[in-house]
């Protein structure tokens, strides 16, 4: 169906780590993926894992693997900054971070009733991105005197 082997995981990690430590443009990243992990074309599934088919029995196409690689950039470098933050608040005495959503028209509703909820710093890591292309990141916001 598309999705990512185990060894694939692994290069991913390994293109995003070097990409994160070179300061490389996402544009970067996305190429170095395209080159190195090589996505497939991504399917749709049903609940049960099976591939969904049109009614003249073709797969039903969900991301391209021309796009894939563009889409797992974003997403997870937005994964790696967001706890990478949370890192350095947990090291500063941060107590708490707040979601700050990307507001704009393409803003998706999730992240709008999300926009400005709190979190002890111990139940931030993890919460964002929420979806794949996610812009939101968490803020620290208090820390104890």
Partial sequence: AGYLSANQILMLKDVLTEGMAEGWSMRKISDEISKGVK???????????????????????????????????????????????????????????????????RTCSICLQGNGTTFDIDESSNVLPIHVLCRCRMVGISRLQ
Avoid: C, H
């Avoid at 889409?71 to 608040?89: Q, W």
């Fill in 39 to 105: 996505p497939q074309d991504l399917y749709k599934m049903d609940n049960d894992g099976n591939i969904i088919k049109d009614s003249a029995g073709n797969p039903i196409l969900s991301v391209s693997k021309n796009y894939r690689s563009t889409l797992i950039a974003r997403t997870e470098v937005i994964r790696t900054s967001n706890n990478g933050a949370i890192a350095v608040y947990k090291e500063e005495g941060v107590k708490k971070t707040r979601w700050s959503a990307a507001v704009s028209e």
